[in-house]
């Protein structure tokens, strides 16, 4: 009994078989598990994609707020950089008292970010409305200056004596560079 089929077309029908096989298996054991692991990390992306946009919006949101404040506070900003010079401040301030004199007071329980001064000053006024005047002049300087309570006036004759503390904010990066010099060293 002869075929009627020719080997051509026997070759064809089982090439077509095999191809048959191979994409039928292929399609089972890696494209729909690979699909299913793909729409799993499209909808993962699509979460982090959301939270990195609420990210932005937030740091753009901080970012503006830190300009505008900075914008608004540029001379304390600027202050706080300054490094405090006590024969600087003397000069700028001598013309409210008649003797002006500022020591700095050294004691262990001072904070690191600040110094703390004392001054001592002598004025012949009959009001302490040269006092306020320095206190203008203190809030307008380029340091920042806390005067700390109580402020002692005492009464000598046509004289006012005053004493009080105050404390000026510097920024300590001076000592962080040297020191890091030092370390390196």
Avoid: C
Avoid at 65 to 74: A, D, E, F, P, Y
Avoid at 152 to 168: A, H, Q, W, Y
Avoid at 172 to 183: A, F, G, L, V
């Amino acid at each position: 009994m002869k075929s009627s089929i020719s080997r051509q077309h026997l070759y064809l029908i089982f090439t077509s078989l095999f191809l048959l096989v191979f994409v039928i298996i292929f399609a089972f054991g890696v494209l729909i598990p690979e699909g299913k692991e793909y729409r799993a990390k499209r909808i993962d992306l699509k979460k982090m994609s959301k939270e990195l946009r609420e990210y932005q919006n937030f740091h753009n949101e901080t970012f503006d707020t830190l300009k505008t404040i900075q914008g608004k506070n540029r001379r304390i900003i600027t202050a706080f950089d300054m490094t405090f010079n006590p024969e600087r401040f003397e000069k700028q301030n001598k013309s409210y008292f008649s003797q002006l004199s500022v020591l700095a007071i050294g004691f262990s329980g001072i904070e690191d970010n600040f110094a703390v001064y004392e001054v001592n000053t002598t004025s012949q006024i009959s009001s302490p409305s040269s006092f306020y005047n320095f206190l203008d002049s203190v809030n307008k300087s380029d340091w920042i200056i806390g005067i700390n309570f109580p402020i002692n006036f005492k009464r000598d004759g046509e004289l006012i004596m005053s004493s009080f503390t105050m404390k000026v904010y510097v920024n300590k990066k001076d000592k962080n560079s040297s020191t890091s010099m030092s370390e390196a060293r």
